[in-house]
């Protein structure tokens, strides 16, 4: 008798459900895990191409690892994240995988290794479908990496527009269908920036809040790990599942899911982030706060000098280059001279460690630090702009000084989030002019996360999700 033909996963299956409820289906047994790893697969081969979100894809990876995980969930074993699959950013160790971290050249094999965030993911059965494109030692906001390509916008199917960086391809594999969490990095908005110009969502934690171990560094200064996902409650999720202080994202959900608009305050930060935010992108966001308003919120205002202070100690001060360098130097000096332009005439003027500017730059960072809490006297939250303009083609970006402009201007609203020793998360809230996603920025204090999640699911819940707010890109 002939085996009977298993038919094909829906080629988007899962796309309309949350983490929560992924997980649940998993559990209950109405679809495997390798259904969703194949239906994951299914949309690489259709959309990879064209969006070229990966470095390197690991099909027959991800196969074999959703084979282990249904063996898993038949024997009752259900961590939060079984079955889920997961792109990670060439920046992390991956065991097995080469790791490029965005240069001309394969880095040494101890840097393919698992990193710590990739470890916790693998056991709590998460699938790794593969490295995402970074920017070249993730230098850089725009997202563009002249050695492997570019991951495309989604949002525009005509005209190839900045991903954002220095995850370029985390937010592109979101779209594309083929992982449901993207890993990233953030040191001066690398997982916010990419998150806010292709409409999902990105959580900045609080500096050493999750261990950076094996990831090759920009800043041990201000490096972070983390994630972009399709939604807030999706980064609830995830941090509910991983975060050492809590293990089980039910509970977490749950808890968080109790805090409401009622009480709630949220201020606008008198500053130059918004006063020279692109008048469309403006309107979208002061439409949002205005929503939030209405539903309870108190909205206010407060003086916000710290923030563009930080910003200009952060394009002036060469904490990040010094740091950069130093490790490059010390541990892979012969990549200094494969870098690319947009990289490396950077890198080339950054100052030495024990120069007098980086010893006056970590002076200044901690005296801004030290005032930062007065920013939430009468608010929970900050509501900043993620992007300040439309992203730029990247045909006109050829040019070093038009990228030099393009990236000051990206990493502007969110590089003072991080010189202050913040947290912050951003998530979809509209669409500009150009038809392009708008991120607002939510900031809390250093070590507020929880409370930072709580207030951003509220504002999801207000607001609704992206596929309310911004629906999907053309085409996909």
């Not at 201000?222 to 941090?239: K, M, Q």
């Not at 904490?319 to 332009?341: M, N, Q, S, T, Y």
């Not at 409370?451 to 596929?467: F, I, N, Q, T």
Request: hydrophobic share 40%.
């Amino acid at each position: 008798m002939d085996k009977p033909v298993r038919s094909r996963p829906n080629p988007r299956l899962g796309s309309d459900l949350g983490l929560s409820d992924i997980a649940g289906a998993l559990r209950r047994g109405d679809f495997t895990a390798s259904d969703l790893i194949e239906s994951s697969i299914d949309q690489h081969v259709e959309l990879g191409v064209g969006l070229g979100a990966y470095k390197h894809f690991d099909a027959d990876g991800a196969r074999e690892a959703a084979a282990g995980a249904d063996t898993a969930l038949a024997a009752g074993i259900t961590p939060p994240l079984c079955g889920i699959p997961i792109s990670v950013k060439d920046l992390y160790g991956v065991d097995g995988l080469p790791t490029f971290a965005g240069t001309a050249r394969q880095l040494p094999n101890a840097w393919s290794r698992d990193a710590w965030l990739v470890a916790q993911l693998r056991a709590q059965g998460a699938v790794i479908m593969g490295k995402t494109h970074t920017v070249e030692l993730a230098y850089g906001g725009v997202g563009i990496n002249p050695h492997w390509g570019t991951p495309r916008n989604p949002w525009d199917a005509d005209t190839h527009r900045m991903p954002g960086g220095s995850s370029c391809g985390a937010g592109v594999s979101l779209w594309e269908g083929s992982a449901l969490v993207a890993l990233g990095t953030d040191t001066g908005g690398s997982i916010r920036i990419p998150a806010a110009m292709t409409g999902t969502v990105g959580h900045k934690i609080t500096y050493g809040r999750w261990p950076v171990t094996g990831v090759v560094p920009l800043s041990s200064t201000l490096d972070t790990v983390g994630a972009l996902t399709r939604s807030v409650e999706d980064s609830l999720y995830l941090f509910g599942s991983i975060d050492p202080a809590w293990g089980d994202p039910s509970q977490f959900l749950s808890q968080m899911s109790t805090l409401g608009a009622a009480g709630l305050r949220i201020a606008t930060p008198d500053c130059s982030i918004w006063h020279d935010c692109q008048s469309d992108i403006s309107s979208v966001l002061r439409a949002a706060i205005g929503n939030l308003k209405s539903s309870g919120w108190g909205v206010g205002e407060v003086r916000g000098h710290l923030f563009d202070e930080a910003h200009d100690l952060y394009m002036t001060g060469g904490i990040a280059g010094a740091e950069c360098l130093a490790f490059l130097k010390r541990d892979l000096p012969e990549w200094v001279d494969l870098l690319h332009p947009t990289v490396g005439a950077r890198l080339a003027g950054a100052p030495a460690l024990d120069s007098e500017l980086y010893r006056t730059s970590i002076a200044t960072r901690a005296a801004l630090m030290d005032q930062a809490d007065a920013l939430f006297e009468t608010a929970d939250v900050l509501a900043l702009p993620t992007s300040m303009a439309t992203p730029a083609p990247i045909a006109e970006l050829i040019d070093l000084e038009r990228y030099g402009r393009a990236n000051a201007t990206a990493l502007r609203p969110t590089c003072p989030i991080s010189m202050l020793g913040l947290c912050a998360i951003t998530l979809p809230v509209g669409l500009d002019d150009a038809g392009m996603p708008v991120g607002l920025q939510l900031v809390a204090p250093g070590g507020h996360d929880e409370a930072l999640l709580g207030a951003a699911l509220a504002v999801e819940r207000v607001l609704g999700p992206a596929s309310n707010t911004i629906g999907r890109p053309p085409g996909l």
